[in-house]
């Protein structure tokens, strides 16, 4: 049987050591015995040591050092101390300072047992809670996309439905939803993953280079053409081309992109020759385009010939339940990036985080995490370490509205404003918010009724 648990005893005269080694425990624990001379952290280090065991008595101040030392080499460590019965406000506090357990002298059997078997639940459950952390990530982890969402669930289903049969797939969302990653994930789900997928930024792209980009051109065809060019289409043929910001593409160039829809076949710039061209079109606006149909900046057949599969991808303020799994997977990859041991955000930024409305969405919230993460020198991300205008943004929203001299306010007005604040801060929590204000429930709802407060 393999055992449970790696204890290290230090022990000056050996006595704990023997007092423990002879409970003859040995098939769930292994005892290793760290002397004053030896350099316990080896130890620990080389043996994989879970639970550090020492006496209490015989030095107070050098056992409150080598806990903090021990937390600081490793968290997860388990520090037990043995000593005289200790005052019950004295035993909490050990524990508040990182201990994980008291035993009393004279030393029993049961209550040795008992710590052990704490020990080894609270690390199974940890381990259990890992495991299924790992399984939920893998879950909520689509093809490079992260989300655990219904609304991603959905869109990750439909991209496993239509990867494999698709010809155009238009992709809607805000900027920095994460469009083109959907791009990638239906290449990768597609039979043309071996293929190439080609990226065009409309964005980016100036209106005169729009045709020459996307048809290339021959030697000779205007000014500075000085040899042969291949287009973006012919690059994309048997693959996939991604064009980004389709709401962008000029009425000119439009008309021969629904002609390479429907028959298949371009000419470049300078040529006479048609070509075809097998290759399936996935595009993707932050526009609506219906709209920019109606302002004749669209043409509408183009925009049916596109539509065949919608994929629309929503803002991160509509799906606040995604943002610790992207924010987990974020902070993971800036420790890793920036050598850093970052264990997550403070309750302060958490809820910044939730409350806030992400205009730039999730490229903006990685934006914000890899800036804390290069600033951060504690364990949590805090406000200090996010940019201004969210520091702001906390300060605004947890400040009540000031009363001033050119703006009197009844006490009416103060008692209003004042449930408003707590409501906002207690997330709409009726009972919280009486709580605070000590008060009945009943009190508050009527008092939202005279001021006729929506909660």
């Not at 000014?223 to 000029?250: R, S, V």
């Amino acid at each position: 049987m393999k055992p449970e648990l790696n204890l290290l005893i230090t022990d000056e005269d050996l006595h704990l050591y023997d007092q423990i080694k002879n409970y003859s425990l040995a098939d769930n624990w292994t005892l290793y015995l760290g002397e004053a001379h030896e350099d316990i952290f080896s130890l620990i280090k080389n043996n994989n040591i879970n639970v550090v065991v020492t006496d209490f008595d015989r030095n107070r101040s050098k056992a409150l050092a080598l806990l903090k030392e021990l937390k600081k080499f490793d968290s997860l460590l388990d520090v037990i101390f043995i000593g005289k019965p200790l005052a019950s406000a004295n035993a909490v506090e050990l524990i508040n300072q990182g201990a994980t357990d008291y035993l009393e002298k004279p030393l029993k059997l049961d209550s040795v047992q008992k710590a052990i078997k704490k020990i080894v639940d609270k690390r199974a459950l940890r381990k259990e809670t890992f495991l299924l952390e790992k399984r939920l990530d893998k879950k909520y982890f689509f093809q490079g996309i992260i989300g655990k969402s219904h609304h991603m669930l959905e869109v990750f289903s439909l991209i496993e439905k239509i990867s494999k049969y698709f010809t155009s797939v238009l992709i809607t969302g805000e900027t920095g939803t994460g469009k083109e990653m959907v791009a990638r994930a239906i290449h990768n789900l597609s039979h043309a993953k071996n293929k190439n997928l080609v990226i065009f930024d409309c964005v980016s792209t100036p209106e005169s280079l729009f045709e020459s980009e996307l048809f290339g051109y021959m030697k000779g065809a205007f000014t500075g053409a000085d040899k042969n060019k291949k287009g973006l289409l012919e690059e994309a043929h048997e693959g996939i081309i991604f064009l980004d910001e389709i709401g962008e593409i000029p009425l000119s160039i439009q008309s021969k992109l629904l002609r390479v829809l429907e028959h298949r076949q371009y000419r470049p710039l300078g040529s006479n020759t048609i070509r075809k061209v097998d290759a399936k079109v996935i595009v993707a606006t932050n526009r609506n385009l219906r709209e920019s149909i109606k302002n004749g900046a669209f043409r509408e057949d183009l925009f049916h010939r596109l539509n065949k599969i919608e994929i629309h991808l929503p803002p991160l303020r509509k799906k606040p339940e995604d943002i610790p799994l992207l924010v987990r997977y974020f902070l993971n990859y800036y420790n890793k990036k920036f050598s850093k041991k970052l264990r997550g955000v403070s309750l302060q930024v958490q809820k910044l985080f939730h409350r806030y409305e992400w205009p730039g969405n999730v490229r903006e919230l990685e934006n914000v995490l890899e800036r804390a993460s290069m600033l951060s020198n504690k364990k949590f991300i805090d406000i200090t370490d996010l940019p201004k205008y969210l520091q702001e943004n906390f300060a605004s929203e947890n400040k009540i509205p000031f009363i001033n001299k050119e703006n009197l306010s009844s006490l009416e007005d103060i008692e209003k404003e004042y449930i408003i604040y707590l409501l906002k801060l207690t997330e709409n929590s009726v009972m919280k918010t009486a709580k605070i204000l000590k008060i009945s429930r009943t009190t508050l709802y009527n008092k939202l009724r005279k001021y006729n407060i929506v909660h």
